[in-house]
């Protein structure tokens, strides 16, 4: 129970980076010039949401970090197989 407040504050910044990104997404429909500026501005909060989420909630924060570690190599394996993948379409 004592926890509950840190979840909730993890939540609304979720919650406003979650907002800034349609913000960034509808107003780059204006703004054709402005494309891969908003993409880099989309990745980096979707990477700092998805740290955000796998800290807390899935609770990487408090785990050992051999294990930490562990999750971080198979996620560059996963991302090495989707752009091998990716390579063999073309």
């Known amino acids: 129970m004592a926890r509950t407040k840190l979840y909730a504050a993890v939540y609304v910044v979720l ?5 800034v990104q ?3 997404e509808m ?7 402005a494309y891969w500026l908003a993409f880099g501005l989309i990745v980096v909060l979707s990477a700092a949401k998805a740290v955000a989420v796998a800290g807390y909630y899935q609770h990487l924060r408090w785990e050992p ?3 930490t570690y562990l999750y971080l190599l198979a996620l560059g394996g996963a991302l090495a197989l989707t752009m091998a ?3 063999s379409i073309l």
């Open 85 to 87: 993948a990716s390579y």
């Open 15 to 19: 919650f406003v980076l979650a907002s």
């Open 27 to 33: 107003y780059t429909d204006l703004l054709d010039s």
């Open 22 to 24: 349609a913000g960034i």
């Open 65 to 67: 970090r051999s294990l």
